[in-house]
Structure formats: C-alpha cells, structure tokens
C-alpha cells in the first residue's frame, strides 16, 4: 500500500512549497499543520517533560494532523508515513525517535511509520556535476523559494501602509510558486511576478525602525510561529526590521561541516564544495527574481569568523553559525540588537547565548544590544514585555542614526523622503548606519554628491 508522507516543520512557505514540489514528483502528501502550543502541551503531556520542546512540537502537529484527518489512530498510522529530518542534534536530548514513540503510542498511535531523513542526504543532487531537473534539486529549489518568501516578507513588512495587502500577495505568490514546482516547472517566472506585485504595495519607505538579528537554535528560528513564540511577528509589529536565518545557509553548513571532517575524501569533498557554490547560485537567482537583495555569506567565511571563540568543531543546535551572524553583524554594523531564541530545554543554545555571545558583545564597544528569549508556550504578555524593553534602545539608536544622516545630508524633510527609494533594494556590504533609512539616505546623498561633482 501506498503511504502519505507527512511533511512540516520547515515554516509556512517552506511547507507547503516542499509539498508541491513532492506532489509534482509523484508522491502522496499531506502537509502537517504548523507546530503549535496546543499540539506541544498535548505531547508534552504524554511525554518526558524535561526534553527540549522542538521534539514535542514536532510530534504535536502529527497528534493533530491525525485528529483532523478523522481517521482512527489505526488507520492514519498504516496509510501514513512521517518523514522528518528529526532534531537539530547532536546532544543529549537528541534522541527524539524515543520521545515521539512514547508520545505516538500513547495516542494510539503506535504503528505510524517514521522515516528519519539524513540531513546531508541533499548531497546526492550535487554528484552529477551537469545541472538538472531531478527530483533532488526540484526539492531544494521549493526550500529556498520559501527562504525568498520570507526574505521578501521581511524586506517589506516594516514599511507597508496595508499589511493585509503584503499578505494577499504572498498568499497568491505562494499558490503560484507551488503550482510551478507541480508541473515541475521554474519558478523564476512566478517568483518575479510576486516581487513585482508585492513591491507596488504603497509603503513609506523614509520609516525610521529598529533593526534586529535573530540567531538561535535553528529548529525554532526556521519553524516559524509558536515554536519561537512568533517572535519575527512580534517585533514588526512593534516596528522593527527583523534578519532570519535560512534553511540555505543550514543546507550550506551542512555541507561544509561535511567537507572538513577527516574521514571526506577528495571525491565527496569536491560534491561537498559544488554543493555549497550550487546552493549560493540557486539563492541569488530566486531572491533576485523577487527582487530581494540579500547576500549569502561562504560557509567557511562564517566558521573562520566564530572559530576563535567557538569552534565550529562544536556542534549542536546552530553551533557556531550563532556566533558568526552575530559578529559578522557588527562587523557590518548592519544591526541595533541581537536577539538569541531558544527552545525550553535547549542545552547548546543556551550555553552559547549565555556563555559566549553575551560577554562578547557587552566586551565590544559599539556592539549591538543582546536579548535573549526562551520559548516556552508561557505567558504571552511577558514575551511582548521583553521584547518591547529590548526594543527600547535599539529603536532610539535607530532614530539617533537617522537624524545623524538627515542632519550631514544638509537636505529638508521632503527632499531626504524623495532621495529614498520607494522600497529598500538590500543594502550590501558595510554600512555606516544600522538603521535602513539613514544607511538609504547616506548612501543616496553621496551618489548624488558624487554625481554633483563630475
Ligand atoms: S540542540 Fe537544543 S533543541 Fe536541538 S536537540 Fe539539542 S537540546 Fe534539543
């Protein structure tokens, strides 16, 4: 008999693009309702109440993609499979197959298969080196189509006029993508189409708002939603631009990691290396059809920049990337504040976030503010509490920075507004301003200075 795949886990376009592209490659699917608190108390409730939430989130959603389905627990676990990459481990609470069958069975849900998917197994789309259709990259191209979706999301949010706008937009984008990845066709086509229309939404790009770096454990950063207590949500609606990491960067790492272990000799290594440059290139041609503008930082750039003060021989949770991002960010002084998210029960991101990112950045001065939030499914005020009091400095930084620009710009208030482009086109490289709007101005004034001068 065949079996339905349940797949999720990976965030809202992610999801349901991995979907499509699966259905487009023949496969019966059913995507897993987003992990909730409600699905989390109910596993946790049958489970070890010490494990790290991202194992009870997970098995939570299957709990109630199986309620919704209205089958029996019999009958949902011999017609469906749950294929999962599992944790984000190595640690000790890593073994999340024991949980989710303690917590299956008690539901009554003792035969569901599980597929446990390798992580790494991605790299068998990268051996042959011509570049193809297979199912492996039509996978891959539905992952970071949905890295766009949420890049383009982030990119505008902080300054439409009509969220519900931005929102229909990408509800239409996403049906158009995921019906490309079925026929099995690009999906550049679709992906320009919804930057072109998300970018027509009126907006005021002139805003002066907080900009913030969100690092943390990558199950709860790339799951979305209750699993990090909505917390990218959470801060734009309190008037923040918020960076998210990205499934590509985790595919990178892993190939990397992989590269450098002792035991990859030079014919992997070179899959490894052809993996990392292929995912890199698939990034800027699906951001770039939507218009998005963000670089993608090397893998080994990334470990070289944590590596004196965390080995990314280390791993666990995000490992050194949390690290990495961080510095790279006040290298770059791309942000004001610096917000570490973890799951209950987290051992390795709570290590890092306490132990090495906090003295770092308190050490260094200039350095971004550094928060740290725990998820837990625990009360909802304090979560907006603390954000709004990590939110508090780095919104004034953000409007000291404007008027610092605003003033050297030596311009009015109207002829600075009309010097910034309607949307925000990414801004590369080093910047002298964290905030975007007086990064655009300084940046839009020495053009035209230059410009003045020739
Ligand atoms: S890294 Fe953290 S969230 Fe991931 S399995 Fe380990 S303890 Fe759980």
Redesign the pocket.
């Known amino acids: 008999m065949v079996k339905t795949l349940l797949v999720g886990g990976l965030g809202r376009s992610r999801d349901a693009l991995l979907c499509a592209a699966l259905r487009g490659a023949g496969v019966a699917v059913r995507q897993l309702p987003a992990p909730s608190d409600a699905g989390l108390r109910r596993a946790r409730a049958f489970g070890n109440h010490g494990q790290?939430?991202?194992?009870h989130y997970a098995v939570g959603a299957v709990l109630e993609a199986a309620e919704a389905s209205g089958l029996s627990g019999d009958t949902f676990a011999r017609t469906h499979r749950w294929v999962t990459a599992g944790?984000?481990?190595?640690?000790?609470?890593?073994a999340?197959p024991l949980e989710w069958a303690k917590v299956l069975g008690a539901q009554g849900l003792s035969g569901l298969e599980l597929e446990l998917i390798d992580q790494r197994a991605f790299l068998a789309a990268f051996e042959a080196r011509a570049l193809g259709r297979s199912p492996g990259r039509v996978v891959l191209a539905a992952l970071v189509a949905g890295d766009v979706f949420s890049a383009l999301e982030r990119a505008l949010r902080p300054w439409v006029a009509d969220e519900a706008s931005l929102e229909a937009a990408l509800d239409r984008g996403l049906v158009e993508v995921a019906t490309a990845l079925e026929r099995g066709a690009s999906v550049v086509a679709p992906l320009r189409t919804l930057g072109v229309r998300a970018r027509a939404i009126p907006g005021d790009a002139a805003r002066v708002v907080p900009r913030v770096l969100l690092v943390g454990?990558?199950?709860?950063t790339l799951a979305e939603g209750d699993p990090c207590d909505d917390v990218v949500r959470r801060l734009e609606a309190a008037g923040a631009e918020v960076e998210v990491p990205r499934v590509v960067e985790w595919l990178q790492t892993q190939a990397w990691q992989r590269s450098v272990e002792p035991s990859c000799e030079a014919v992997e290594r070179a899959v490894c290396h052809r993996a990392i440059r292929g995912l890199a290139a698939l990034w800027r041609l699906l951001a770039s059809a939507a218009g998005v503008f963000e670089p993608l930082e090397a893998p080994a750039a990334l470990a070289a920049r944590a590596t004196p003060f965390y080995p990314p021989s280390i791993r666990?949770?995000s490992a050194h990337l949390e690290v990495a991002r961080a510095l790279g960010a006040m290298e770059r002084r791309a942000v004001h504040l610096v917000l570490s998210v973890?799951?209950f029960?987290?051992?390795?991101?709570s290590a890092l976030s306490d132990g090495v990112l906090a003295p770092l950045l308190r050490r260094t001065p200039g350095a971004p503010a550094f928060a740290v939030l725990e998820a837990n499914a625990t009360g909802q005020a304090t979560v907006d509490s603390r954000l709004e009091l990590a939110l508090e400095r780095a919104t004034l930084a953000a409007v000291e920075e404007f008027e610092h620009a605003f003033t050297a710009s030596g311009l009015t208030l109207a002829e600075a507004r009309s010097m910034l482009s309607p949307w925000p086109h990414g801004l590369e490289g080093p910047r002298r301003y964290a905030c975007s709007a007086a990064e655009r101005l300084a940046r839009a004034t020495a053009v035209s200075g230059e410009d003045r001068t020739r």
């Open positions: 790290c939430s991202p194992a944790s984000c481990g190595p640690c000790r609470l890593a999340f454990e990558p199950w709860s666990g949770g973890k799951p029960g987290c051992l390795p991101s």
